[in-house]
């Protein structure tokens, strides 16, 4: 990493499940997932505090899967479940490459992971760890987006690092319409208003009301996680 101040001290990633496909259409790409942990391990080594929550969409998103055959709370736990498996394979090759980690979850499973609770997670960022946080909020109706957030504004951290397919905020769907708008920077009310889908609104609003700023870049180059961190201009930020 540039022999230079980081922007950010302390970061909540989200890693959305898809990304961590590669260009498959689900399950998990460990060539991906290496490139990802490598750029989190410079991270660790420049003294940079991370929290990770990833989703679980590679495997099983709630209400998309579960519509009309599942129950919606028991579609949702299972995505719960779905994030748990993510979280333990990047937690593995973390600890291959000889990163310190923990793995905490919202739904308590011992056997596998530490529950989560606020200040212990804190106390391992402190020490260089970097903790992964599972399982969403643990409730229903909640995108790991929200978790996300949630967990960003209970350890205190700087800034939300939301790493997507997509490289920033458009005005419009890219994939779908090439002349779509790129927004460098943007605020939760226009996100809201405009409803642009950067997240869900509920962890939209939850970002906007602890000001806490968001960026969003694309994970297909995970030398953005440190260029974000660093302040260089990547993706779109949110404030």
């Known amino acids: ?108 499973m ?24 599972g399982c969403g909020t643990g409730s229903p109706f909640f995108s790991t987006d929200t978790a996300a957030v949630l967990r960003a504004a209970e350890i205190r951290a700087d800034a939300i690092l939301l790493a997507k397919n997509v490289d920033g905020v458009y005005d419009s769907d890219p994939n779908i319409f090439p002349d779509a708008k790129k927004f460098e920077m943007i605020t939760y009310n226009d996100v809201l208003t405009k409803r642009l889908g950067v997240m869900d609104s509920t962890a939209t609003s939850l970002s906007m009301d602890n000001q806490i700023p968001l960026i969003l870049f694309g994970l297909d180059d995970p030398e953005n996680i440190i260029k974000v961190i660093m302040g260089d201009k990547v993706g779109t930020t949110v404030f």
């Not at 779905?82 to 600890?95: F, G, H, P, Y």
């Not at 011992?110 to 946080?133: D, N, Q």
């Open 1 to 108: 990493m540039e022999k230079r101040e980081p922007k950010y001290k302390r970061v909540l990633l989200k890693v959305s499940g898809e990304a961590l496909t590669g260009s498959g259409k689900s399950g998990l790409d460990f060539t991906v997932i290496k490139s990802v942990c490598l750029t989190l391990k410079r991270c660790v080594e420049a003294g940079i505090q991370i929290g990770v929550v990833v989703g679980g969409g590679n495997f099983w998103r709630g209400v998309k899967d579960g519509e009309g055959m599942v129950e919606r709370v028991r579609a949702d736990h299972m995505g719960m479940m779905a994030t748990v498996i993510n979280c333990l394979a990047i937690a593995d090759v973390l600890e291959q490459m000889d990163v310190p980690v923990r793995v905490q979850t919202a739904i308590e």
């Open 110 to 133: 011992r056997a596998v992971a530490e529950p989560y609770i606020r200040s212990r997670a804190i106390r391992h960022l402190e020490k260089g760890r970097i903790v992964i946080f």
